[in-house]
């Protein structure tokens, strides 16, 4: 979904950029004349993100930030055409280090307010795990109370698995 949103030249975000397979993504998308800003709490995600980045020559389309997604607002200057989240811990990494309900939910509310209409938030949900089976629980009725005239909400989930499985929200800010 977020491939048929992005234009060349827009701005995006990262609010979780582990090892950088999503920035990439995101700065691939955007093209030369667009930016991605990229978050994550841990100098190792950083650092693979940036890697990643400078691989594919895409790192002066990003600015990397080593700092919580609670603070968005503050360091993306512009209206942006997506936000993701790929929440739960870096893969590989230290698993105690992981995103929390509380700051991931003040995270959206300002990606909400960041959103250009037309432009789409996406959340990917671990439920298998204790924090993420939290953030689950206090997500998915957060992005249910959403102003229907303003929002729309996807929740899509895969139901032949019998582990809980990774869960997707899209929110779309309506045009009118
Ligand atoms: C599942 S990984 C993200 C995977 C990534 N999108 C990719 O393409 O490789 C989740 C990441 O969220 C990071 N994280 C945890 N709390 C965070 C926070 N408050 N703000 C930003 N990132 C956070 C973790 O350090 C971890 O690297």
Do not use: W
Request: proline fraction near 6%; include cysteine; hydrophobic fraction near 35%.
């Amino acid at each position: 979904m977020a491939s048929l949103i992005i234009k060349e030249g827009v701005q995006a975000v990262d609010a979780t950029a582990g090892n950088g397979y999503d920035t990439v993504f995101l700065a691939e998308k955007v093209g030369p004349e667009g930016h991605v800003y990229s978050f994550d709490v841990q100098q190792e995600a950083i650092d693979n993100t940036y890697n990643r980045l400078k691989h594919k020559n895409l790192h002066k389309r990003v600015t990397l930030l080593q700092k919580s997604h609670e603070y968005l607002k503050q360091h993306v200057p512009d209206r942006v055409a997506v936000i993701m989240y790929n929440l739960g811990y870096l893969p590989g990494g230290d698993r105690r280090i992981t995103t929390k309900y509380d700051t991931t939910i003040k995270s959206i509310k300002q990606a909400l307010a960041l959103l250009l209409p037309g432009g789409i938030i996406s959340i990917v949900l671990y439920p298998g795990h204790r924090e993420g089976a939290e953030e689950k629980e206090r997500i998915i009725p957060f992005c249910r109370q959403l102003d229907p005239n303003c929002y729309d909400v996807l929740n899509s989930r895969l139901v032949n698995k019998d582990q809980p499985p990774p869960e997707l929200v899209i929110i779309q800010k309506r045009t009118r």
